[in-house]
């Protein structure tokens, strides 16, 4: 291997469960956004946070509508 590229420069991050834009979820969302934004004030943060709170809602949904969106 070459050493001109450093090893292990990028991390790859597991494929998420879930998708964006799921109609089921979106409508549960802009009030988490918004309370996010209020407390958060680092994007990257706020981004990490809403993105987890949208997985949580997105099993919540699959969990008891059984409809999972693939």
């Given at each position: 291997?070459?050493?001109?590229?450093?090893?292990?420069?990028?991390?790859?991050?597991?494929?998420?469960?879930?998708w964006s834009g799921d109609p089921?979820?979106?409508?549960?969302?802009?009030?988490?956004?918004e309370t996010i934004k209020k407390y958060v004030t680092d994007s990257d943060h706020v981004a990490e946070i809403y993105?987890?709170?949208?997985e949580a809602v997105y099993k919540a949904v699959v969990k008891y509508d059984g409809n999972e969106k693939s």
């Open positions: 291997m070459s050493e001109r590229y450093p090893k292990n420069v990028f991390e790859s991050k597991p494929n998420k469960p879930w089921r979820v979106e409508p549960f969302m802009p009030i988490v956004h993105n987890r709170a949208y």
